[in-house]
């Protein structure tokens, strides 16, 4: 496998990458593709097999067993390391894992948009986290999302796109952390819970059967996450739908939903969204405020880069 045999929406998302870090030229991005992807395969074979064995060391498994099955990167300068994400007993995340990890030697140095790649597709082959992030979220949510802009900022972008302000996209952003760690694959353990949104009974049903906007190659969304993404835009914001919004401190589910279309500060954003479209049955506000300042503070100094079709920018460049 090669470059030559990627999905247009991989080879936008390694494009876009690529272009965040200062190379422009279509050729040299295809070429240390290719380069990363043999090194890969030359140097660290052996890499993976390690971390599929069921060694204490790795992940903590529901039916008991240990394994790894997730992999993330961190970015030093022009460079990224893949390393093993760690989960305890309890389903928190060890943070003492990228030290610990490149103590053992169980890292791949490569380049950004490789690693972007190969962490994201790995995911999509091997069982995704047990979720413990039940009525309210994760402790470790904070910490675990300081570590994840490249997921953050496609979403950020698209729910500014979609014309929520920044202090709305921060504070529905910093809700859906706690209740899914953004991951749109996420299901609830021994519950019917599932998605960024951890949905359930009826709007669980309508999320999965709505008919989601095309595709958006290059957005650096997946499919998934556009598609809740457009469900929570369409059907729970931008148009009222009964039975999305609930009327806790307001004079009918109407009314807060204009509130939240009207919050300009995000710690009122964020709690409407908990209270009044999330509604969880532990609302630990305090954590999902944090997370939304976090968002918001992140995000408003940031300058995204933006095009606005990479698949026809693609589709020019391999003609």
Known sequence: MGWKDLSIRDKAAIIRQSVSNGIYNLGEIKNRFDKDLENFR???ANF???????????????????????????TEGNSAVIYPEIQDNNGNLEYGTIDSAIERGDTVRTSIPFAKYYT?????????FFNRFDEGGDKNTINHQKYNAEQVNPMYDYLRESGLTNEQASGLLGNLAVESYLNADMKQVNGPAYGL??????????????NRTPYSFGSGLSPEEQQQLDYIINKGIQNYTPG???ESGFNGARHARNAFLNAKTTRMASDIITNNFLRPGKPNLNRRRVMSDYYYNTQKERIPYQIESWSNILKSWEQ
């Not at 204490?56 to 067993?65: A, P, V, W």
């Not at 994201?120 to 995704?128: A, C, I, L, R």
């Open 42 to 44: 030359d140097n660290d």
């Open 48 to 74: 993976v097999e390690r971390l599929r064995s069921n060694d204490t060391r790795y992940i903590q498994n529901e039916d008991g067993s240990k394994s790894t099955h997730r992999l993330g990167y961190f």
């Open 120 to 128: 994201e597709n790995y995911k999509k082959d091997y069982p995704e």
């Open 197 to 210: 949104m951890q949905a359930e009974g009826a709007r669980k049903k309508a999320m999965l059967a709505y």
């Open 244 to 246: 999305e919004w609930g």
